[in-house]
């Protein structure tokens, strides 16, 4: 089976000897290989402010709490994510309040978030799912207006990009996830890209106790408690070789999910998406919607590939019980919602392979 995901680890070469010398180099917390792949990763990125963490809900937990989200707040927020958007903001023990989605990206759309704004509103949580950027033209808009943070959730969108630029540069909060299966890879970590300089001392303390590490531990003087969420030195190893892919493996899912938009044109029964203004996906998963989804799946599934919904829907777990609401545009969306192998793995023999089986019909 040709499967949706699939992690990215450099040859065992390449990889062996960096671990090896980090492993018995004396230091393997967090020092200088985590600040070097911050420096590496930040200039990927453009982004002066990059906070490496131990995953990408950890940094989303520190967006929160630099937002300044606590009980009786709201966040809005999409239900077409991974549970971690979410759940982090039950954590800080606000309310999720769910927005509906634009029908032909998925994504949230401006106008439902607008009219979902109260006075209690502490924040927008933004995903850029399956790496198609929102609509930030009219979010910025909104975000300005209303003076509201946005946390854009692009732990699917490393690559992206939004008026020419990486995401990551756009909001006061931008999280990356460094998990098994995203388009990058430290086994476990995490990014949170940061506006301010301010904003990213303060998460330098929270990741590490309150602790500042730069300054002699005798010498400091912890002000407010914090979590044990940095990074250390052998996940920033791993980080740091595949830094020497990472444009190359970024670069496969955006061919391959352009050879789908080009290929996938004019097919009876499915739909391709829309990408917003001004935005650049980078693919991480090959979305699409398609009537008769079952029979959809079991076509491809019986030609070696794999196709599926991949996320529950987030309004399911009883966890966001009192968010319950009705979203008659996701309803429709998320019945004919699909995915298909789009990354680093598939090879042109595949996606050929894969847009001839869809042409053969369901
Ligand atoms: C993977 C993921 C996260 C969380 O990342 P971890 O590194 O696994 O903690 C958050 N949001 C979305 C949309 C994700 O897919």
């Not at 004396?26 to 200039?43: L, R």
Request: with cysteine.
């Amino acid at each position: 089976m040709i499967p949706i995901v699939k992690p990215f680890i450099p040859e065992p070469e390449e990889l062996m000897p960096a671990l090896q010398e980090t492993l018995y180099s004396g230091y393997i917390a967090e020092g200088e290989k985590v600040y070097e792949f911050e420096k590496e990763f930040s200039d990927y990125i453009g982004n002066p402010h990059a906070l490496s963490l131990n995953s990408g809900t950890a940094a989303l937990h520190i967006a929160l709490m630099l937002a300044g989200v606590g009980k009786g707040d709201e966040v809005i927020s999409t239900v077409l994510t991974a549970e971690p958007t979410n759940t982090t903001i039950k954590l800080m023990g606000a309310k999720v309040v769910w927005a509906d989605v634009q029908p032909d990206t998925g994504l949230l759309d401006p106008r439902s978030v607008r009219e979902k704004i109260t006075d209690k509103t502490k924040a927008i949580m933004l995903v850029h799912y399956a790496g198609m950027v929102c609509d930030m033209d009219e979010f910025n808009k909104i975000s300005e207006e209303f003076n509201i943070p946005i946390i854009e959730d692009a732990a699917h969108a490393l690559g992206s990009k939004y008026a020419g630029k990486m995401i990551g540069n756009n909001s006061p909060y931008t999280i990356f996830s460094l998990q098994a299966i995203k388009h990058m890879t430290t086994v476990d970590g995490g990014f949170l890209m940061l506006r301010s300089r301010e904003n990213f001392d303060k998460g330098r303390l929270l990741r590490w106790f309150g602790l500042d590490k730069k300054v002699a531990r005798l010498e400091n003087d912890i002000k407010f408690p914090g979590y044990k969420y940095h990074m250390n030195n052998v996940n920033a190893t791993v980080g740091l070789v595949q830094m020497k892919h990472l444009e190359k493996i970024v670069g496969k899912y955006i061919s391959n999910g352009k050879f789908y938009d080009e290929s996938l044109k004019n097919i009876s029964g499915l739909e391709l998406l829309r990408y917003n203004d001004n935005t650049e996906p980078s693919y991480w998963l090959y979305t699409m919607k398609v009537d008769r989804r079952g029979d959809f799946i079991k076509k491809m599934a019986e030609n070696g590939i794999s196709a599926s919904e991949l996320h529950l829907r987030n309004d399911r777990h009883s966890v966001f019980a009192e968010s319950k609401t009705y979203l008659p545009v996701f309803d429709e969306f998320y019945k004919k919602m699909v995915h298909i192998p789009c990354g680093w793995w598939v090879t042109e023999e595949d996606r050929e392979k894969i847009v001839s089986t869809i042409k053969e019909g369901w």
